[in-house]
């Protein structure tokens, strides 16, 4: 092989992997979605099943948005929590409408606020209302127990810590306390704060978002994470109580690429 040819087969080799990269940042780690399985159930019968929807970042509805409802409706989830970020303009929540219509109506859902929903001056009037249209309740500091396969679960939605006004003690006011309690908290940085305020109430599972488990990493490395997201990434958090779990999201923000952190969706039986 001459330099000349040499050379060449390099030069395609480095436009090769730069293809690769590029393919794989804006479209692989963007629209082919991890579905990712946990049981936590502490019983053998009456299981619940959940899915967690997190960081939509609604512009308009696509194939995956629409290979995403498909997958629900086949799962047949009891319940579906929609963990902020959804949508960052008024103009968007018909779009996201058009989604949740996809979404068997029978299966209740319950969705609380992000950053976003307040940085983009979303109407919230309008944001619950159309949550409503599709059987999901929209949760700003509030809580809700319902009964599910004989069981009683109560399920407590956080305001948004970075852009709304987060407080847990707001949220818990008149809980009913039953054996099997869900937090969904945007900001997973806010999970420092209820550990501090829960004083007695026992917590089964926090949801959160808002990292997309860093959208960019090289090796590990985050160059940035979003304000709330304290020292938190993507995953499980059980080294103490209350365990928590942080979803990578589907959508994007600021710049509209994925790497080595692909969109997820999550399924739990609890």
Request: aromatic share 10%.
């Amino acid at each position: 092989m001459t330099n000349f040819t040499r050379r060449k087969f390099i030069k395609r080799g480095i436009l090769a992997s730069i293809g690769l990269v590029l393919l794989d940042s804006l479209w692989f780690e963007k629209y082919v979605i991890d579905w990712n399985y946990f049981d936590i159930s502490k019983l053998e019968k009456d299981k619940i099943k959940i899915i967690q929807i997190s960081d939509l970042h609604f512009d308009q509805l696509r194939y995956f948005h629409k290979s995403i409802a498909k997958k629900i409706n086949s799962i047949k989830p009891d319940l579906i929590f929609i963990t902020g970020d959804s949508v960052d303009k008024t103009e968007k929540i018909d779009s996201l409408n058009d989604f949740l219509q996809l979404i068997d109506n029978s299966i209740k859902k319950y969705a609380i606020t992000g950053n976003w929903e307040y940085w983009g001056k979303v109407d919230l009037t309008k944001l619950k209302n159309t949550y409503s249209k599709n059987n999901c309740e929209l949760l700003i500091n509030e809580n809700r127990t319902i009964s599910i396969k004989n069981r009683e679960i109560s399920i407590i939605g956080i305001d948004d810590l970075v852009g709304g006004n987060a407080d847990f003690e707001k949220a818990v006011e008149n809980l009913k306390q039953t054996e099997t309690n869900i937090v969904l908290s945007h900001c997973p940085e806010y999970r420092d704060i209820i550990t501090k305020k829960k004083e007695n109430l026992n917590i089964d599972l926090v949801l959160s978002g808002h990292t997309h488990g860093g959208q960019i990493t090289f090796l590990g490395i985050v160059p940035f994470k979003p304000q709330g997201s304290g020292k938190y990434l993507k995953g499980w958090y059980k080294e103490s109580e209350p365990k928590m779990y942080i979803s990578k999201g589907i959508g994007t923000s600021i710049l509209p690429i994925r790497f080595g952190a692909r969109a997820e969706m999550v399924q739990m039986e609890i």
